[in-house]
Every structure is written in C-alpha cells, then in structure tokens.
DNA sequence: CCAAAAGTGTTAGAGATACACCCATGG
DNA sequence: CCATGGGTGTATCTCTAACACTTTTGG
C-alpha cells in the first residue's frame, strides 16, 4: 500500500494569525517577492521540514515570518486541490493563530518581505486560494471563540469587562447587551477579579479581570461547557 | 519560498467510516496485508494522486475498499509527526464519513483485504496513529451530530422517531427523554411525516418520518440553527 | 459642570426538564 | 391476554432577552 513510488507533493502550512487592534479584527498578512504572485499579499507559511511535526512547522513560521511566539495555535484543516499552487502539487495544512497586539510587538518587515495587518472583513486580493483559506479561518475562529474560552488571547491578561465585550462584538460581528453580557460572562466562573484598575482614561476606571486557568480547568473537569 | 528544493513527503487521505448497526455504533476497519503492520487493523485510505483533490482522493479510497458511493464525507483534519509512519515521512488528510447500512451494502473483502465493523468503543489495536485519528474522529462527529442534521445519514431514507432517537443516544452515550425529544425534533421542521409505518414489528407499527432537506435549506437561510 | 464610560436589577417570555399512562399490534 | 414499543400533555424551572438610570472620574 504505502511506497516509493507513490507521488509526492510538496507539504506547507499557512496561518491566519488574527489580531485585535483598537476594535477592528485583523489579519496578518505578507507581501510576496517571488513569482508567482509576485507582488500579492498572502498567509504566511512554508514548507514542512521533514523532521517536524505539522504544528511545530506551523509555529516555527509564524516565529521567522512575524516573530511571535507562544501564541494560540490551532490547526483547522487541509487545502490540496490541484493547481492551487500553478507549479505543482502543493498541500497546504492551515492554522489560525491569536495573537495579543498588546503584549508582543509583531515585526513589520521580515526577509525582506513587507508584512501588514488588514481589516479581516476588507483584505487584499490575496495569492493562491488564501481567500479561501482565510474565509474558513474566520468561521472556524467565530466558532471556537463561543464555545471555548480563547478570546483571552488577543487581549493582555489584566483587561476590563468592556474590552471583552468589544471583543466578542467586533469577532461575532453582533452588538451584545451590556448587563447580560456581564452577567453571563461573570456567571461561568472563569473571571478572576483583580484589584487593579484601567489608567489613563478621562472616566471612570474600569477594574480589572484575569482569566483564571485553573478554574476553567476545574470546571471543565465537570462538565462545564463555556458557552458565549 | 515554493520550490523544487523543498521536502516532498507522501501524502495519504484516511477516511473513518461510522455505521449503525442495530444500536451500536461500529467503525469500519481493514486488515493490513503489508508491512509495516501486517495483520493489524487500520483505517481505509491510501495514496492522493497528483490529479485529484484530497475529497476526491478520500471518496475514491472509500469506493475503492468498500464500495460505497455517494456517503456524507467531511474532513475534519491533518495528522502528519514525523515517525507516524516507520519508512518515510507521510502526512495523512483524515476523513470521517458516515454510512448507511440499511441500504448500503459494504464489501467485507477488497483486494484481498480482510474488512470488518467494530464497535467504536472497543476497537482492535490499530496500525500507525489511527487510533489518535479515530478518537478525533469521533468527537468530531459527535460535535457535528449535535450541530447539524447528519445524523439522518446513518438511517434509511424513511425513518422512525425512536430510531432516531436511538441514533442520538448512541452517539452521544446519553439518554434522552422521549417526550423531550419528539417535541423538539418535530419542532425543527425538518422532518416530514410520510404515510409509512414499520413492517414486521410485533407490536404497534410507528410512523415513519424522512428528513426534509428542502425545508432545512429555508430554515438555514433564515438564520436557524439546529441544534438537539 | 460636562462628557464619557462604569456599573447595576427586574421582569416577562421562551425553552428545557421531569415525569406516567393508555393504546395498538402481533404472537 | 400478554408483551412490546408507540404515542401523548403538563407543570416547573432555568435561562435568555429586553430595558434605563445613577455613579465615578478627568478635563
């Protein structure tokens, strides 16, 4: 069954690494030197050394092309139609990644290449079928930020209430009502109070929440399913 | 970036293939001929060819070692460390998909392969990491089966309430209120009532209902989620 | 004192859950 | 007439959704 003489296409990963910046979700994008699509923006990505696994592909990319590291990173499937690379065979393994714009300081310009963030919802005309790509990333990531507790990682770890309600607005594209939200939000357990406060704001300041791990943890052991 | 220079590992699809069988849930399984592995149980799949996309390689696969066409298949992943396979480095696209034993008829033996169903919650030792594959597999279809209405893939076109019923329980390893679940079933809108009942029962004969895949289009579009 | 956002409770309605008996059919 | 599963309704409770004003702070 298994040979040598079975073909063998080339092997990459993409990520669409999300950003939040200032209430607008973003995507990381680079520019590409090379033909083809010389000139278009893309994912960023590359091929799977043969001695690492698909995930540590992934996150060695996003380190050399963006510089960040110890993100969130989840692995969401395969594209591998033919001729979605024009010079041969290529399967692509595609990851979302979350990345905490307040914290890590994302390199603008790497290998000479010139990368940017973009408004998720108005990108570029992008390289091969990233649009694609990028379309099922934004599902995957509308799902998963529901049904687990993920949105954490695009904000820093003390944060107020609003800031996640924004969050989960901008990401869910729907308006969300404040003292439900709240509620709700508070309810699951997962919040850890701090005694910290917003600075610098000309208004009431907002205290500050943690997300609390070994909660969740906790709760998940027994069955709790966050649920936004 | 791209190039000929680049690592070309073997790319296989696999395809985890659930059935219903009289209250059991069963995973279709084949019995290696080759080394590496020779004699264990595996998961059908094999080789994409340069020419194909990787759903397509997957239903060919399928049709290949067990004769079934036209099955709902739904990739849910990639699994690719290296050493999952001892000889060379083979990145697998995996596949569940979902059979209909009440009109399908699945070839036991292919290509001089043994095939046989078992049930998913004992399943033999299998070959390479498909038992890995296979537990995500399974989540993943209880995920869907919750989520959207697939479930009806595992039944004959006409069906009762309390096979259905059957089918959820089986599949998500909880009991469910019959009152419950016929009220909340029928108020999706997705089942059509046909003026069919059981033959050959020695009791009272139930009506038999069929999913009505039109009405779940409208009710899709008009922003409904199903959901049991 | 003004602007801006923080913070806070209640009510009505919808959906979920829990629960038990009679009916139809075949053997 | 018995065994088997089919079919049905109601009461309670929990969760969701809708909704507006007062408080704090900085400028």
Redesign the interface.
């Known amino acids: ?2 040979g ?1 003489e ?7 990963v993409d990520c669409a690494v999300f950003g939040l910046d200032d209430g607008d979700l973003k995507i990381l994008l680079i520019q ?1 030197d ?1 033909e083809p699509f010389a000139g278009s923006w893309a994912l960023p990505g ?9 995930d540590e592909a992934a996150r060695r990319e996003l380190e050399e092309e963006t510089g960040v590291k110890k993100i969130y990173v989840e ?8 001729g979605r ?1 024009p ?5 692509t ?1 595609a990851y979302y990644a979350i990345v905490n714009l307040f914290e890590h300081e994302v390199k603008a310009d790497t290998d000479a290449r010139n990368a940017a963030w973009f408004p998720v919802d108005e990108p570029p005309r992008l390289a091969f079928d990233h649009a694609r790509i990028l379309e099922a990333a934004l599902a995957r990531l509308q799902d998963k930020v529901r049904r687990e507790p993920v949105g954490f990682e695009f904000l820093p770890r003390k944060f107020s209430l609003t800031q996640l309600q924004r969050l989960y607005e901008t990401i869910l594209c729907a308006p969300l009502d404040k003292r439900n939200f709240r509620k709700k939000i508070l309810a699951t357990g997962v919040l850890e109070e701090t005694e910290d406060f917003e600075v610098d704001v000309a208004h009431r300041a907002a205290r500050l929440y943690r997300f609390d791990q070994k909660a969740y943890a906790r709760l998940r052991k027994a069955g709790f399913v966050f649920d936004i």
Do not use: C, I, N, W
Not at 47 to 54: A, Q
Not at 75 to 82: I, K, M, R, T, V
């Open positions: 069954m298994y040598y079975y073909p063998h296409p080339a092997v990459t590409r090379l590359g091929f799977v050394k043969m001695d690492e696994s698909l692995q969401f499937g395969a594209f591998g139609d033919p690379d010079r041969e065979r290529v399967v393994v």
